[in-house]
């Protein structure tokens, strides 16, 4: 392949990439299907409903005429090739547009039966009709939704692509090529799996990711999956009117504290150990006097002369948790980004010691 061709496939595979999974520079820049047709698409806080039925059809017709621009763009990286008429094209190039257009077409036909009848054939219009009264329709139902999200006091977090919407009445995921709708007073909700981050993508800071399953009470009601920090899982509940169950094996930190806990914890656990030796009988620890004593700050993050932190001559007599605890105890909690990286004082003798000098005994 030439230069020009490998180079243009490269920079297409990279624009279509992030104009599918759109990152937070795409955006900034205002390179959304969102943005760029924000003159039809209209208001979303003015028309939750229609906005999102128009804005649904408008993404996965964009979505599907990449590869016709790929091909497009061909024809003037690779001239050589007469991509421009198709009948002197390679035979690969021949199939490849036949399925670039083919491709739009059959997305332009479903955007057509989906927009029949105002609208009443989109997958979120038949499923909205599934909660309509008998003497009313889908759009009765509709206009609840945009007037619930209209309110300032609804519940809503996530990235763009995966949106979690709460109102008095409603729950809702809002995907790039999907509504997922479900009446609360009709839906189980349940913890199904918890993940535990030692840095989130945004900050230097531990997250924990919750996955919540929606399940309605009706088998007509597609259930969905939502996920949220947990720190917001209070927040969350206090709009639903449903309790939450939780799985067997689920633990939620709803606090910074409990998310350090866990994330010190499991730093600790591949530091070096500390052997303790024979003669020496591990006490209760004197933190909480519950279970024994179980680390040993030994400085480990650089040679003893060197760094700020220091050599620690204390015999162990804190268990990891209770360690854990005063770790964050001595740190500032406007500015949680600098916790893992910090130094505190020993609790006992006072020397200074971070988190790679923290040792679990055997």
């Not at 406007?334 to 200074?352: E, I, N």
Request: aromatic content about 10%.
């Amino acid at each position: 392949m030439d230069s020009p061709e490998v180079t243009f496939t490269l920079a297409y595979l990279v624009f279509a990439v992030c104009f599918v999974f759109t990152p937070t520079e795409f955006y900034s820049a205002g390179l959304t299907v969102q943005n760029l047709l924000s003159g039809w698409l209209g208001s979303e806080d003015a028309a939750f409903v229609p906005y999102h039925l128009r804005r649904t059809a408008a993404t996965l017709l964009c979505h599907s005429l990449l590869p016709l621009g790929y091909y497009v763009g061909m024809c003037f990286a690779a001239s050589e090739k007469q991509l421009y008429s198709p009948s002197q094209a390679p035979e690969a190039w021949q199939l490849f547009l036949m399925l670039a257009v083919t491709l739009p077409t059959i997305t332009c036909t479903l955007i057509y039966y989906w927009s029949r009848d105002q609208w009443a054939h989109h997958p979120l219009a038949r499923t909205l009709a599934l909660y309509a009264l008998p003497q009313s329709g889908w759009r009765a139902v509709a206009s609840s939704v945009n007037t619930e999200f209209r309110r300032i006091d609804k519940f809503a977090t996530g990235a763009p692509g995966a949106r979690v919407i709460v109102t008095d009445t409603w729950v809702m995921k809002v995907t790039t090529y999907c509504v997922y709708v479900a009446q609360q007073q009709d839906v189980q909700l349940t913890v199904t799996e918890s993940q535990q981050h030692e840095l989130s993508p945004d900050s230097n800071l531990p997250v924990q990711l919750l996955t919540i399953r929606v399940a309605s009470t009706s088998p007509a009601v597609r259930a969905f999956d939502i996920r949220l920090n947990s720190t917001e899982y209070g927040e969350l509940c206090e709009k639903l009117r449903a309790p939450i169950r939780r799985a067997a094996n689920v633990v939620i930190h709803q606090s910074l504290g409990d998310l350090f806990l866990e994330t010190f914890a499991s730093l600790v656990e591949v530091n070096p150990a500390y052997s303790v030796p024979s003669s020496q009988e591990l006490e209760a620890c004197i933190g909480c006097m519950q279970t024994r004593a179980s680390v040993k700050l030994v400085k480990m993050c650089q040679e003893v002369a060197e760094g700020e932190c220091q050599q620690c001559y204390c015999r162990p007599m804190w268990c990891l948790t209770c360690m854990g605890k005063w770790f964050a105890s001595r740190q500032d909690p406007q500015h949680p980004d600098t916790w893992l990286a910090s130094r505190v004082p020993c609790p006992t003798c006072r020397a200074r010691f971070c988190i790679l000098d923290v040792c679990t005994v055997r």
